[in-house]
């Protein structure tokens, strides 16, 4: 079956710091990954993807992600977070042959602290 | 929230009564989903829609309804069959032949029945 999973549900971090918010998958073929992230009350706004190449992938507002195959893992960073990136954050992978249906993990709450 | 809107934001209804919930697109995608958010869960694909006059189940169609007579609109009614539909609802949408695959979202309905 395939899933996604973040393992935390909040994550802290002072203003300033590197951020991690954790993600891995399991997926039959190969992976395209998302994150993606929501403010409250609010819809989904798309921050970057990994289909295929680098294992680096740059996205909006300065965020990256690391693709690591051996360890399915898609973790997304931050060199310097902000207040303003406290959000909750999504990891998605798309199901093969499904219409492009995302499965989507269960949400991490980042908190930024000044 | 781009191209997509959702009305109402706020949405109360009475048990026992059907609602439609709204979702409009101007970006000219295809395909066109609606998802549900609970707090802890993530987003669960209730149904999606690749073309006019054409849609599937997702994984929690169960007392849900669609319909795509056009291509910039993909009403979703929360039937009374639904046994609890408070929630948190979510459309989005997707250009086909995008190798991309990411889906972009609308601002939400937020559906409370009581």
């Known amino acids: 079956a395939q899933s996604v999973a973040q393992p935390e549900d909040q994550v802290n971090v002072a203003e300033g710091n590197p951020l991690t918010v954790k993600c891995t998958y399991s997926?039959?073929?190969?992976?395209?990954l998302f994150w993606y992230v929501q403010y409250p009350n609010r819809g989904l706004q798309f921050l970057l993807k990994y289909i295929t190449g680098d294992n680096l992938v740059k996205g909006s507002y300065g965020f990256e992600a690391e693709f690591n195959k051996s360890q399915t893992s898609f973790h997304l960073k931050k060199p310097s977070a902000l207040v303003s990136d406290s959000a909750l954050y999504f990891c998605?992978?798309?199901?093969?042959?499904?219409?492009?249906?995302?499965?989507f993990g269960q949400g991490t709450e980042l908190s930024v602290k000044p | 929230d781009g191209g997509i809107t959702q009305s109402p934001k706020y949405l109360f209804r009475k048990e026992g009564q059907n609602v439609t919930l709204s979702c409009e697109q101007n970006?000219?995608?295809?395909?066109m989903y609606w998802y549900r958010q609970d707090p802890g869960q993530g987003l669960r694909l209730i149904y999606y829609s690749q073309i006019v006059n054409d849609f599937q189940k997702g994984d929690i169609a169960e007392g849900y309804s669609v319909s795509r007579e056009k291509k910039e609109s993909f009403p979703l009614t929360v039937t009374s069959a639904q046994k609890n539909p408070t929630a948190f609802y979510l459309c989005?949408?997707?250009?086909?032949?995008?190798?991309?695959?990411?889906?972009?979202f609308g601002p939400g309905t937020r559906l409370t029945v009581t």
């Open positions: 989005a949408s997707r250009l086909l032949g995008d190798t991309g695959y990411e889906q972009y």
């Open positions: 997926v039959s073929g190969n992976p395209y």
């Open positions: 998605a992978v798309r199901v093969y042959n499904q219409g492009g249906k995302l499965i």
């Open positions: 970006l000219n995608h295809d395909a």
